[in-house]
């Protein structure tokens, strides 16, 4: 709340109110503080298969829908065993190849399918410990994983993942090649965050616009910070969309009337400001890498804040209670007086 409040420049806000007046404007300040509980199933399988030709398939049991998990997934396949992102390949989304999955929901995915795939990495290294000490005519006992290599304790002597992988598949061991664990998350995490949205109100037409917004999150640990803030934006437009120009309409007969997007009010780049995203990350102990998800949050969070904002800006007029969506119409009708 601290940082929000700085980087929202909140102790400015009264300055740009009357600049705002000073052009027949209303602004009002919203704040939503969220915490939201996320998983949904708690349970999620990974299976690493070691192909021809130095492929490594990861098989899923989520499914991307352009949040970038493909990219995510590789850098934590990557940092777990060393194995080169070129050659890493996802697959996802097919029932004959991955017959149980938790699925895409509830802000899971990279939380539950990044611990899955850190238990199967862990089962995958102890299933080929043994071929790589008698690679370096070591007990098991001396030998460690770190870095993409088994490494005799104490030494500069080590295998590579890639030969050892090489090895059981000289050797015939397909079963060293294929491995999958599902996964049980002992416990929930609660990403949280603040939310600051200033809105400007023009009493003559009614339009409400979103002008300023900030986000200061907590999502655990940050696989890759660039993904998480383009999803905290599509949340947050999303917010803005429902709290002030999505509206279904049907007519009195139920025909829909809102059926395309030339009708249906859906946000566009004109509608929202840039936003500031920062970040203050305390990792989650509920699960091994640290993370609390961020797929809802722009959403969960941008609700309130938009609506507290309008609700600022018209209370000194008198009106106590504002709904969704905002519309022109509807706002101006509660500045004038219409019921």
């Known amino acids: 709340l601290t940082r929000a409040e700085q980087e929202a420049d909140v102790a400015g806000f009264q300055g740009r109110k009357d600049q705002s007046a000073q052009s027949g404007k209303l602004r009002g300040l919203g704040l939503c503080f969220y915490v939201e509980s996320i998983l949904g199933a708690p349970q999620e399988t990974t299976r690493i298969e070691f192909a021809p030709e130095g492929v490594l398939n990861l098989y899923v049991g989520t499914q991307s829908n352009g949040q970038g998990h493909e990219t995510a997934y590789t850098q934590l396949i990557c940092e777990k ?39 199967t990495s862990d089962l995958m290294i102890e299933r080929l410990k043994p071929l790589a000490s008698d690679a370096l005519e070591a007990s098991q006992d001396d030998v460690d994983f ?23 598949r000289d050797k015939g061991l397909a079963d060293l090649l ?14 949280n965050g603040a939310h600051f949205c200033e809105v400007e109100i023009d009493p003559a037409t009614g339009h409400t616009q979103v002008v300023k917004y900030t986000v ?75 993370m609390k998800g961020c797929g809802e949050a722009g959403t969960v969070g941008a609700l309130a804040a938009v609506m507290n904002g309008v609700q600022d800006a018209v209370w000194d007029r008198g009106i106590t209670q504002v709904d969704m969506p905002v519309t022109p119409l509807r706002m101006w009708t509660w500045l004038h007086g219409g019921p």
Request: proline share 6%; no cysteine; glycine share 14%.
């Open 81 to 119: 065993t060393g194995w080169l992102p070129q050659n890493v390949k996802i697959i996802q989304g097919d029932s004959a190849a991955i017959p149980t999955g938790g699925g895409t929901g509830g802000s899971r995915s990279v939380t539950m399918q990044g611990n899955s795939m850190y238990k």
């Open 216 to 290: 200061v999150d907590d999502f655990g640990l940050l696989i890759n910070p660039m993904l998480a803030e383009g999803q905290v934006h599509g949340g947050v437009v999303q917010g803005i969309g429902q709290a002030i120009s999505e509206h279904t309409v049907y007519d009195a007969s139920g025909q829909l009337l809102t059926g395309s997007f030339m009708d249906y009010g859906m946000p566009r780049a004109g509608d929202v400001p840039n936003m500031a995203f920062h970040a203050e990350l305390v990792p989650s102990t509920a699960n091994e890498i640290g």
């Open 178 to 191: 294929d491995h999958s664990v599902e996964y049980d998350l002992p416990a929930r995490s609660y990403p």
């Open 146 to 168: 770190a870095h993409g290599a088994f490494n005799i304790v104490g030494t500069d002597r080590k295998i590579s993942l890639p030969q050892v992988v090489e090895t059981a």
